[in-house]
């Protein structure tokens, strides 16, 4: 029997390589592939560099730009991650690679891990920190609201603020609080009201959802423009139990929506009492005040004192003017703070009668004893003409018999004195 052989088949290099790459890249065309990250990089183009590896091998993988860029987290090494893509083979060099198009943590959730990657970013560079927080202000005149205005949170927001005061203005942004855009249009809102109106503090909100939902409030440029905020922010997204990249930045987080309205502004009943607290401390102020100055105009009666009384019943009024000044503040609230700030004026025109009867009481009375010390003192006897005798010691003459002729008297007259010499005497009958 005759051996028959046949023909052998050699492929060249090149020609092997094609081969390969067309199995290769025909039979894994749209796989998944979980491994370890290691070696990653990002080149300046924005394409992602890595491999995946497991205990027993390895395979290089990269992310190009235009898959890159969707990704919301930032791959990390000796983390676990799923990729899916294709194969392909690099025939110069003899290589294969997984071109990765979509990438994913394993376990823990694409979103959950940029929440978390921000989250720490953020915190790194001190915006949680409690120092950095503006307060909110306790009497708001404007509120800026941002959110979509087709929304159960702005419905719940307005009918908070209506029950609580009617008269609050509000500006509402529209915006768009899910999908894709949002997260813009939510920063360009923060941006608006805070350089180009008059509002006093920014609400940012919407309801509740999923993470995903909720993802426009967890984007760092809304962080960026909150922190950038010249006016305070108060974050109000979701539930209670919603946490998001905006509440942890917020000068200050409400757990619902309606809870900011709340915060926001005090009710009618809240300031009556904050007025009443007021006008309690203002009375007590003005008792005291003036039980000092009582206290003061007794003890200071006939002494140049009266000069240093008018300077601080100047400080007294200007302390008036300045509590009046608070209540006219509070006041622009509503016509029912106004009426206190109107017995306000009246308890400071009472004072100022008060203290004008004050001084004019202790003014005539002062006169009153200065007029009498005028009629009792001997310098008056003196004006009239007369004149006092005087020894040589000082000891008034009433009697000739207490001075001998050739004696040297002294005589006080109402302008100056004489040197006299006694030449006789004789005793009136």
Known sequence: MKNTEFPRKIYSVSELSVEIRDLLERRFIDIWVEGEISNFKASTAGHLYFTLKDDRAQLAAV?????????????????????????STYESRGEYQLIVEVLEPAGLG??????????????????????????IPVFPRKIGIVTSPKSAALRDILTVLKRRHNAINVLIFPAEVQGEGASLQIMAGIDYLSRSTDVDVIVITRGGGSMEDLWPFNEERVARAIVRAQKPVISAVGHEVDFTISDFVADLRAPTPSAAAEIVIQSKEEISQRVKQLERRLEAVI????????????????????????????????????????????????????????????????????????????????????????????LAVLERGYAI?????????????????????????????????????????
């Open 63 to 87: 992310c190009f730009r235009n898959s890159a860029r969707l990704l919301r987290f930032r791959p990390e090494n000796g983390k676990l991650f799923r990729a899916r893509g294709r194969v």
């Open 110 to 135: 694409a979103l959950q891990l940029a929440f978390q990657q921000l989250k720490e970013k953020l915190e790194k560079e001190g915006l949680f920190r409690p120092d950095r927080k503006r307060p």
């Open 287 to 378: 008792k005291f005040r003036i039980g000092q100055l009582r206290h003061f105009l007794a003890s200071k009666v006939g002494s140049r004192g009266f000069v240093v009384a008018e300077n601080r019943i100047r400080r007294m009024a200007q302390r008036v003017d300045d509590l009046t000044f608070r209540l006219e503040q509070i006041g622009r609230t509503g016509a029912f703070i106004r009426s206190r700030a109107h017995r306000v004026e009246i308890c400071e025109q009472r004072l100022s009668n008060a203290i004008h009867q004050c001084l004019k009481k202790w003014h005539q009375a002062f006169a009153r004893i200065a007029h009498t010390l005028d009629a009792i003192s001997p």
């Open 389 to 429: 005798c005087l020894t040589p010691d000082g000891r008034v003459v009433r009697s000739v018999d207490t001075v001998e002729p050739d004696a040297t008297v002294k005589v006080r007259l109402h302008e100056g004195s004489l040197l006299a010499k006694v030449i006789s005497k004789q005793r009136e009958s």
